[in-house]
């Protein structure tokens, strides 16, 4: 049996169609949700795992503080592993509590299975906990040749390095789309005329705060809609690398400021998100997603600040600083045709054919089974 850690929205959605894989291959498999999949005041999106007919086992690792929930996961993912013995564990990412997955699963003498190790992104701790856990796997399953080099430079065994691409990348080519209509009727909201999806969070090795990050990012928006009218946004809650409560207020109050144009949600969920991307005019903010899997959507990405140097990306990203005059201009230049003409070439360098079944067989071959 192996099991599948998950502990926050974007990792699910991310790991849906390697489960469906299982599935098919008739492979066993359990699981595991933590941490921000438990919280209410963050979506409680463990009922997203529910409503995709999966019955996860439930460790509440939240504490009051990263450290805490660091400790908590190690702890509650060691006595689950002593107890079940899974042949294997699947982490995928750079999620703090997933440093304490592997841990418990390397005291335990559980196989890693890592997806998307070997990437870059340098404004954030997620980086180093990144490469930690790839040095604790024994299989890892990369997105790109690039992230697969980096791996092998770090010194790890190239025979267990497989470059399946982006899992992310799978979802927004198979995952059938809502019409706006229906996204529209899932929101309960009608949509702004012409909007933006963003989701910022905090830059954890920026010597600005996260408050002051937020600030800029929902100015910069602002100035943008002030002058363009017609223009609107759907932004979604930030993770809880620091404590997320006054950044949710800050939005919720945005919402409240501009109720015409702005829709804030906890979690779109996979298939709402996606949909929402391919209807919007692009991607705002500093998330994972707006660098891998946008650019196969056909929209542009607006990359703010350091959180994602670093990464690889298609030419359909536009970095720029995290203030707000630079957001401000930003915005307006992925909007321009010459942007949304090369966004809708979908070159992506995460690409690659059949992720999920390469990323299986993988797995089936290390395991032997």
Known sequence: MIAVATSTRADWGLLTPLIDEFKKQHIPYTVIASNMHLIPEMGKTVEEIRAAGEEPIELPTAGANVSETLANSTRMHGEWF?????DA???LGDRYEMLGVASAATINGIPIIHIAGG???EGAMDNAIRNAISQLASLHLTETENCGARLENMGIDKESVI???AIGVWNTLNV?????????ESLGRDLPEKFFVGTLHAATLDNVSPKEQMEEFLAGIEGFMKARPGYG?????PNNDTDPTPLIAMLRDFEKRHPESVIVVPSLGLRRYLSAVALSEGVIGN???GIVEVASLGVPT???GIRQNGRERAVSVVHCDATRGAITMSLSLITTPMIKGIAAKRVNPYFHTDTPKVMTDAIKAFLKI
């Open 82 to 86: 002593a107890t079940n013995k899974p």
């Open 89 to 91: 564990v699947v982490i």
């Open 119 to 121: 990437t870059v992104s």
């Open 163 to 165: 470059v399946t691409g």
């Open 176 to 184: 059938p789309l809502m019409s706006r209509e229906e996204l529209q």
């Open 233 to 237: 946004a759907i932004l979604t809650y």
């Open 287 to 289: 998330s994972s997603s």
């Open 302 to 304: 607006l990359d703010i």
